[in-house]
Each structure stands twice: as C-alpha cells, then as structure tokens.
Antibody
Framework: EVQLVESGRGLVQPGGSLTLSCAASGFTFSTYWMSWVRQSPGKGLESVANIKQDGSEKYYVDSVKGRFTISRDNAENSLYLQMDSLRAEDTAVYYCAAGYSRRYWGQGTLVIVSS | DVVMTQSPLSLPVTLGQPASISCRSSQSLVHSDGNTYLSWFQQRPGQSPRRLIY???NRDSGVPDRFSGSGSGTDFTLKISRVEAEDIGVYYC?????????FGQGTKLEI
C-alpha cells in the first residue's frame, strides 16, 4: 500500500522557519518526481515545488523562490521542504505528492504563520 | 503562468444523471515530448486530493469507469456518466506541461 506521511506541522511567527518532512513507502520512491502542493484554508491548490528523481532538477513557484528549499533522500525514502522567512500568506495545508502528475498524495500537514 | 479556468464552479447534480466539467488553459498543454499533461483530481470533504485521470484521458486504477476525460490543446472535459453519492466533492484540473504546474479553481459537485 502506498503511503505518504507528512510531518512538521506547526504555528510559526512571521519571518520564522519550519521544515516539513514526508516519509514514503509502498512504491519505488527513487523513480518518482516528488512535489509539495499547498492549499490555503477554504481555497484551491497551488504547486509549491517539484524535484526530479535524482534531485538534479528543482522548480519553485515564484512566491517561494529564495525562501523555500525542496530536497530528498532516496536512501531514506524521504522528501523535505525547508521553509524560511515565512509569511502569513504561506499559511496552508501542505501536501506531499508523488509522480509528475501527482499520482499519490499524503494526508497533509497544517502550517500556520501568525504572530 | 498558465491559467486554468474551470466551469462551472458549482454544479448541482441529480443522482443517476450525467455531469460534465470544462477546463480551459490559457495556452496549449502539448508538451515538447508530445504528451499533454492534463490531469483531473477529486477532493472529497475533509480528504486529500485523489487523481482520477492523467494525460487527458487515462483513468487511474481503481477509478470507476463512469469517469472519463477528453479534450486536446487548450480545451478539456471531465464527464461522469451517472453521478453517485460518493462523487460529491470538489474537482480540479491541473496542467503539468508548463512550470509552475497550475490548478483550476475547482468545481464543487453538489446535490
């Protein structure tokens, strides 16, 4: 059974940092593009960052460039999102997703940026 | 960024009747590799999104065959042949051809 389990949820002050993790199992992690997708409360979906199978290519949406860093550890079947200089507008549920077209999704982890 | 425009945004349905959602992109979704990366997702209340369709018309395993996708270029459609109660939720299209991959605003299917 495919499982993607996010962790790292929290309440952070504006300007603060947080790292999200995603533990993958049930599929060959190293052969999948991986992504972070976020959903603001009551809103739609937004692609945040993508990383290629071997980590050689990374893409970010403009609003997080220079502040967020996506990475992966294929030996540990894990995906990460380092989030710095957080803003109120980063408040959202963050989903880990596997596959170029987002085949598998985690349950999501809530990040709240507020003073 | 490629803008994905869904219509309608709210779709009242009758159980057992068909339903159709349109998704239009602001530019062609034909990738340089020849594929068209247009996917459809279902999000039931309180749940994570679930992919139903990829590359326009390919149904994911476990997805009932009452769901079908079609279209080309900039114009795409998700059809449900006979709506069932478990189909209630929000449906999103997503293009994966141009970065950033972008989603439509969502269409809420409701009785």
């Amino acid at each position: 059974e495919v499982q993607l389990v996010e962790s790292g949820r929290g309440l952070v002050q504006p300007g603060g940092s947080l790292t999200l993790s995603c533990a993958a199992s049930g599929f060959t992690f190293s052969t999948y593009w991986m992504s972070w997708v976020r959903q603001s409360p009551g809103k739609g979906l937004e692609s945040v960052a993508n990383i290629k199978q071997d980590g050689s290519e990374k893409y970010y949406v403009d609003s997080v460039k220079g502040r967020f860093t996506i990475s992966r550890d294929n030996a540990e079947n894990s995906l990460y999102l380092q989030m710095d200089s957080l803003r109120a507008e980063d408040t959202a549920v963050y989903y880990c997703a596997a596959g170029y077209s987002r085949r598998y999704w985690g349950q999501g982890t809530l990040v709240i940026v507020s003073s | 960024d490629v803008v994905m425009t869904q219509s309608p945004l709210s779709l009242p349905v009758t159980l057992g009747q068909p339903a159709s959602i349109s998704c239009r992109s602001s530019q062609s979704l034909v990738h340089s590799d020849g594929n068209t990366y247009l996917s459809w997702f279902q999000q039931r209340p309180g749940q994570s999104p679930r992919r139903l369709i990829y590359k326009v018309s390919n149904r994911d395993s476990g997805v009932p065959d009452r769901f079908s996708g079609s279209g080309s270029g900039t114009d795409f459609t998700l059809k449900i042949s006979r709506v069932e109660a478990e189909d209630i939720g929000v449906y999103y299209c997503m293009q994966g051809t141009h970065w950033p991959h972008t989603f439509g605003q969502g269409t809420k299917l409701e009785i």
